[in-house]
């Protein structure tokens, strides 16, 4: 079984696709396939289709849904009748004590290798392999095709698992730019980080690599504007003031001139005050 949940939600068995056009049995797909190889509780998936409201049918209804994914992986075992032979679609949907669990049998899943390639980034990282890293990194950001399941209809499950993977999109994405600003390629980063500051106008992060891509690249009063713009956004929205890290690369670009041997860009970090 293939599995796709970085974009559109795309699950193929055999190479045909078992991903219903029905909105609640593609949040029973969603979830198993998030936690696929896993046993999801039966009261989680009620939770993700209900809320903390659910009908007294329940049950009954999740079981409708898990025979219609049956159905479809039927279906999809039916078209080579080899495979159908030693699989059927009671192996690949299991039932078992309390909950299901989607068996893949080996198949691929976008999010495992995210994760896979994500962690040779990191650990290339700790390990000064600057090239490395980006190179992983974005390898691993290359798998996202739009937000998490962007075409199902998330409940509180799949709304905090949709979190979950964003959040990790964001470090990985911080962790490459990272690698890039070592490197020494500002320049080059300055049209993506344009759109990622506008996009996450409190991420401070960010902010603090753009900064100091501007600063580096001989922009220097663009690189305070952006930090009064990140100020106004965090004291506007969550009343908050820039952190300590940050307020430091804000006085480091006052005082220095553009630094010509690339540095660490992570604001926040003790790093971002030596700039010059």
């Not at 795309?10 to 949040?27: D, F, I, L, M």
């Not at 190889?37 to 903390?52: A, F, K, S």
């Not at 049918?57 to 039927?74: E, G, P």
Request: neutral net charge; charged residues 25%; proline residues 4%.
């Amino acid at each position: 079984m293939d599995i796709d949940v970085l974009g559109a939600l795309s699950v193929r068995e055999n190479g045909v696709s078992v991903t219903p056009t029905a909105p609640k049995p593609r949040q029973v797909l969603a979830l198993l396939a998030l936690q696929a190889d896993q046993v999801v509780p039966v009261r989680t998936l009620i939770d993700e289709l209900w809320g903390g409201r659910p009908p007294r049918s329940a049950r009954t209804t999740l079981q409708t849904y898990v025979l219609q994914l049956r159905d479809l992986i039927s279906r999809a075992l039916r078209s080579d009748l080899e495979e159908a032979a030693g699989r059927t679609a009671k192996d690949v949907l299991v039932t078992l004590p309390g909950g299901y669990l989607l068996n893949t049998s080996g198949g691929t899943s976008d999010v495992r290798e995210f994760e896979r390639l994500a962690g040779l980034g990191y650990r290339a990282m700790d390990a000064d392999d600057f090239a490395g890293a980006g190179r992983h990194l974005g390898q691993a950001l290359a798998l996202w095709n739009g937000g998490a399941l962007a075409d199902v209809q998330t409940g509180p499950q799949l709304e905090m698992e949709t979190r979950r993977l964003e959040e990790t999109r964001l470090c990985a994405l911080d962790q490459r730019i990272e690698a890039d600003l070592r490197l020494g390629r500002h320049r080059e980063l300055l049209g993506e980080l344009t759109v990622l500051v506008s996009r996450y106008r409190t991420h401070e992060n960010l902010h603090g690599q753009f900064m100091l891509a501007l600063h580096r690249s001989g922009r220097r009063s663009e690189a305070l504007d952006a930090y009064q713009r990140l100020r106004n956004a965090l004291v506007r929205e969550l009343g908050l003031e820039p952190s300590a890290g940050l307020r430091r690369l804000q006085r480091s670009i006052l005082m220095t001139a553009p630094e010509p041997v690339p540095a660490a860009a992570a604001a926040g970090a003790e790093h971002l005050s030596r700039v010059g």
